[in-house]
């Protein structure tokens, strides 16, 4: 059997290739296999040897790679070459305790991180797991269904219309055979394939007719075929190796991108300004002036950006799952909070999904029994999807013994296919005569039929006739009914039929089936409309039926833009339509995806919502592709989420869920923004202001650390209900007004402090005696008392200050009032000020560098707390009326 991965020439060997070539019995020979398959024990050999078949898939990272991630963040970086420099250049045991508490640091940052992305990644690796693709396979003689991953070289494999293609096989029987190869070619077209040898040398791969690659479905028709390659030694597998779960960036990542470059920026600016700064007006060039530029390039970049991004997704996902939205891409979980239009197919959304077969009757509307039996035999002959049309005439089960359908064989069949909008079956009855019969919509099988039959008597068709039964289809579809036309003829015998087939045909009736709007669908659109999310239907289904169900469920039905109707515009014509129209009806596949594309091109965050072949290029159009977990493989695997109830109540919370995570990410990112901003004036005027350092570099990671810490909650944190009231797509700007306006406002009382500090508390009278020059020859005066006061008195401040204007930044509404933190992040904040508040009289402080602070400066701190939060409240009120936040 051929191993590609121990060929032993040394040209490549191209499995696939070798494989189209051949006859199909050599093929099967060279992989040692049958048409009836592998015997288990045989493919679980094949499993060891080659591998599982998966491709280049996101991979769960080990716990060692992840610890390697997290030592790799600057903050670690640079506290680890300030513990060697401070073991280096230790003088006495207060050096050594600064030395320790800095590698405690670096413990506890690490730790952090290493715990809550461990968490993120199994979470979303849980959820992934629920999300099972599946291929049928014939094993020891029989059909069976097993994952995707499953799938051995020499496994035969049975193939219909919604299928993903699970590995490169080469066909080895097939019927009207048409394949989607846009995700490996482009086309939009489907491709016919044959199981015909293809003996050409001259072409790649993917051009042999008779080859079908991972990664492409099938539209429509039937075929068997046996797996030549999996995995990565696939077509698409190659491809793909470094393309792993790479999905384009959402308007968030580029907003998230956007905002590190610009704290990326300051810390470029500030660290060498602060440098010079003090090497110019302090003449000291030293380690301490060195490490303090270092420590504020640190305290600017948002380290801790990562863990609140992944920790808030992995607990909206967690949150979705129990309400049962299953997110397959955790990224996807942004744009559905930011999603403004909904697009979704009308069957199972709107309706109950349950559809009733309530008349069939003949072209008279007289009941017809013959109209039943034929369309019976054809739900029960043909492969491939049984939709809920076909479940609902097979319900008639009596039908099975009164044809004793047993005693019939099938012959053939011609699949469905979009542009025919219908499919037939050739049967045997024991007598060997052999009759087409024919089901599809009433349009397409009224253009192929010449006569008609009523009472047992054939009549011809004549044009007045089909305008009558037009009217009647019409009639029935207005009143909710979705009409199948059924027609016949007899057939002689032949090899093969094809589409050419069917004509000349006897139309004998048809059938009318109910599928009722769902309680919930009004009440759910209504909400979802509150919500600032329009629900546009999408439905391949006619428009008097679709009407009829979009206004019983309050959507508006006046307008309908029909898929030929798309045909003829051109993008332009279109989007110009596109927002005040809300149904869409006899749309195909390529019809929906322009459609989404449309609303892209407005401006608006679109979801498509599908669980059929024909919604797959939408789902992978739309910024978030919705399915259901009953849905057809490639629906599935084209949708960032999965439903495990095909409900609109269900997604109305995935929404609300949506909202809050982008809500959560966004808090941590406006007071990092707006902080940092602040800071940057803080410390220039500072260091430009005092002729020691404003703080010391132990300090100021102390701080950044504490700071770090009291946001890890924010993905715990409540968020208000007026907040989630509407789509919440990312506006950069918005995060310029807020830094712009709120930043400043923290240097004011940074500045008060600075007064407070250098004229009340008299940091103002340095003295440098002989001892601190004989401790600290380089940087003598950053030592003395008035310096360590002021450094003492700045941190505390800081740490106050940022850690409680969280509650203010956190909501657009009155802070402790109007809306409360989570109890979470509630505790973080009470502890980390009274941390702060203890530090200068705790046991740490000598090594920290601090002294105990006067009484007198605590009222003053309350007075500034209260002022900060004051002032910061106004002028995020004042955005607020402005809508600029």
Not at 417 to 430: A, G, K, N, Q, T
């Amino acid at each position: 059997m051929p191993n590609p991965k121990n060929s032993a020439n040394q040209k490549k060997f191209d499995a696939v290739h070798d494989a189209a070539m051949q006859e199909t019995s050599a093929v099967l020979q060279q992989w040692s296999t049958s048409p009836s398959g592998l015997s288990e024990t045989e493919a679980a050999a094949r499993l060891e040897q080659y591998g599982p078949n998966e491709v280049a898939q996101e991979k769960q990272h080990g716990w060692l790679l992840r610890l390697w991630v997290a030592v790799r963040n600057p903050l670690v970086i640079l506290l680890t070459v300030l513990v060697i420099i401070t073991f280096a250049t230790a003088g006495d045991a207060s050096d050594y305790i600064g030395g320790f508490v800095i590698l405690a640091m670096i413990v506890l940052a690490v730790l952090l991180r290493l715990i809550q992305e461990t968490k993120a990644d199994n979470a979303a690796a849980k959820l992934k797991a629920m999300i099972k693709i599946t291929a049928t396979v014939l094993r020891d003689g029989g059909p069976k269904e097993i994952p995707l991953k499953e799938l051995v070289p020499g496994d035969v494999v049975k193939l219909s219309a919604g299928d993903m293609i699970p590995g490169d096989v080469r066909l080895l029987t097939s019927k009207d055979l048409f394949i989607i190869q846009a995700t490996l070619t482009g086309e939009s077209l489907p491709v016919e394939k044959t199981d015909a040898r293809d003996p050409r040398t001259n072409v790649q791969s993917i051009e042999h007719t008779n080859l079908c690659f991972l990664g492409t479905s099938v539209e429509s028709g039937a075929a068997t075929a046996v797996v030549v390659t999996t995995g990565a030694q696939t077509y698409f597998g190659k491809m793909a190796s470094n393309l792993a779960d790479r999905q384009p960036d959402t308007a968030f990542d580029k907003g998230v991108k956007k905002f590190t470059w610009l704290m990326i920026t300051f810390m470029a600016v500030m660290a060498p300004a602060v440098f010079l700064i003090n090497g110019f007006t302090k003449h000291s060039w030293g380690k301490d002036t060195f490490l303090f530029a270092l420590a504020i390039a640190v305290g600017l970049t948002p380290e801790m950006l990562p863990m609140i991004v992944s920790f808030c997704l992995s607990k909206g996902a967690m949150a979705m799952a129990k309400k049962k939205v299953i997110v397959k891409r955790l990224n996807s979980i942004q744009n559905l909070g930011a999603m403004n239009v909904l697009c979704t197919d009308k069957t199972g959304t709107l309706t109950i999904d349950h559809v009733i077969l309530e008349l069939h009757v003949d072209v008279f509307k007289n009941e017809s029994e013959e109209v039943l039996r034929d369309a019976y035999l054809i739900s029960h002959f043909q492969t491939g999807l049984k939709n809920v049309l076909d479940r609902a005439v097979l319900k008639y089960s009596e039908l099975h013994r009164e044809l004793s359908v047993e005693k019939i064989s099938k012959v053939d069949e011609i699949p469905f296919d979009f542009s025919r909008r219908m499919m037939s079956v050739v049967v045997e009855s024991p007598d060997g005569q052999r009759q087409l019969l024919t089901k599809g919509a009433p349009e397409s099988v009224f253009k192929k039929c010449t006569h008609f039959e009523s009472a047992g008597e054939t009549f011809e068709m004549e044009p007045i006739l089909v305008g009558n039964l037009i009217e009647q289809v019409n009639s029935l579809s207005e009143d909710g009914f979705r009409v199948l036309a059924i027609a016949n003829k007899k057939v002689g015998t032949q090899a093969a039929y094809s589409k050419a087939d069917e004509e000349n045909l006897v139309l004998t009736g048809y059938l009318a089936f109910l599928d009722p709007p769902k309680d919930s669908a009004k009440t759910a659109i209504a909400a979802l409309r509150q919500y600032g999310v329009t629900v546009k239907v999408l439905t391949g289904d006619n428009d008097l039926v679709t009407r009829k169900v979009c206004t019983e469920v309050g959507i508006n039905a006046e307008k309908i833009l029909l898929g030929n109707d798309v045909e003829k515009m051109t993008d332009e014509q279109l989007a110009e339509v596109i927002d005040c129209t809300d149904v869409y009806a006899r749309l195909s596949p390529a019809h929906k995806k322009r459609v989404v594309m449309a609303l892209q091109k407005k401006g608006h965050v679109v979801g498509f919502m599908g669980d059929g072949i024909n919604d797959a290029p939408a789902l992978r159009a739309a910024d978030v592709g919705i399915s259901v977990d009953t849905a057809v493989d490639i629906a599935k695997e084209s949708a960032d989420m999965i439903l495990l109830e095909k409900n609109l109540m269900v997604l109305e919370e995935g929404v609300l869920e949506g909202r809050k995570v982008f809500a959560n990410i966004t808090k941590y990112i406006r007071m990092g923004a707006s902080s940092n901003f602040g800071n940057m004036f803080s410390v220039l005027g500072a260091s430009a202001w005092f002729p020691f350092l404003p703080m010391q570099t132990l300090q100021i990671l102390t701080n950044n650390l504490l700071y770090d810490f009291s946001q890890v909650p924010i993905p715990t944190d409540n968020v208000a209900p007026q907040y989630i009231a509407k789509p919440r797509p990312w506006h950069f700007g918005e995060i310029t007004k807020f830094i712009l306006f709120i930043g400043p406002i923290s240097s004011i009382f940074d500045y008060t402090t600075f007064c407070v500090m250098w004229f009340y508390f008299k940091c103002n009278q340095v003295v440098v005696t002989p001892e601190l020059l004989a401790r600290f020859p380089d940087d003598p005066i950053n030592h003395t008392y008035a310096a360590t006061l002021l450094n003492t008195g700045w941190f505390v401040e800081s740490i106050m200050t940022q850690t409680l204007i969280i509650h203010v930044i956190r909501t657009n509404q009155i802070p402790f009032i109007q809306s409360r933190a989570s109890w979470q992040l509630t505790m973080t904040t009470i502890l980390i000020m009274a941390i702060g508040a203890y530090l200068p009289f705790s046991p740490l402080a000598k090594p920290l560098g601090f002294v105990p602070l006067p009484w007198q400066f605590w009222p003053i701190l309350g007075a500034t707390l209260l002022c900060y939060l004051v002032l910061t409240q106004l002028i995020k009120m004042l955005l607020v009326r402005k809508n600029w936040i």
